[in-house]
């Protein structure tokens, strides 16, 4: 790699509404100090977030690359060329850490072929918290991202989920958009075996976080709340 190069740095968020130096390390906020140069997914959210773990830093001093779905891809690929100019750049989740479940993945990959040091800084992770927290098989695990919005489609994803951990003894994650959570939770109740285990973990790092893991057969007398609320789904078939 160059030594003149600038970095990219992967900067961590918070998982919700609470104060970032809560969950985040001093070492977030004082690279975020030094920047000026930040990709992100929702230019609003990410000054707000700027704003609040350096109120001094001027607004108006930042230089913001939106990475959206409306993102032209050749347009993104210019992003980091201010690297060359020994300039670095942070790349900023909206919600937990930069390119896990996040499109920012794409701009780590070209930080490679560029030759560009990549500096992932430590911050909360939904995925990782949730695993931790399960009591499942944190030695072997899989996410999965989204399962299918059809009915059927979903119903016969979660029976391949289940026998996939149970042949592989592999805990399997999923999420869900906030607003299925309540008829993915249905669906996992009417699809998956008695015995199989489910932990749903919500809201995690806020005062409302709710994690818990049970039998399905035991799920069946449980109805959470999960309404609106980040919500992530694992599934261990023994």
């Excluded at 992100?40 to 773990?53: D, G, L, P, S, Y």
Aim: proline share 5%; hydrophobic share 40%; net charge positive.
């Amino acid at each position: 790699m160059d030594s003149e190069n600038g970095n990219l740095y992967l900067i961590p968020t918070t998982l919700g509404a609470n104060e970032p130096l809560e969950v985040l390390p001093l070492s977030v906020k004082k690279i975020i100090g030094e920047l000026d140069f930040f990709i992100v997914e929702n230019e609003k959210t990410a000054r707000r977030f700027i704003k609040q773990i350096t109120p001094r830093k001027s607004q108006s001093s930042l230089t913001i690359f939106k990475l959206d779905k409306y993102a032209d891809q050749l347009e993104v690929r210019t992003y980091l060329d201010i690297c060359s100019q020994g300039i670095s750049v942070g790349l900023l989740s909206e919600a937990g850490v930069p390119a896990i479940a996040d499109p920012g993945a794409e701009i780590v990959k070209l930080a490679h072929e560029k030759g560009i040091k990549v500096i992932p800084l430590v911050g909360p992770s939904s995925i990782v918290l949730a695993m931790m927290a399960s009591g499942l098989n944190g030695q072997n695990f899989a996410f999965n991202g989204y399962l299918p919005i059809s009915t059927s489609e979903r119903k016969a994803a979660i029976k391949y989920l289940e026998r996939l951990s149970k042949e592989k003894n592999q805990s399997q994650i999923f999420i869900e958009t906030p607003y299925r959570n309540e008829k993915m939770l249905a669906d996992l109740k009417s699809t998956l075996t008695p015995t199989a285990k489910l932990c749903i973990a919500c809201d995690i790092t806020l005062q409302t976080e709710y994690i818990r893991t049970l039998e399905i057969k035991d799920w069946k007398k449980e109805y959470p709340n999960l309404h609106k609320r980040p919500t992530i789904f694992i599934i261990h078939k023994e």
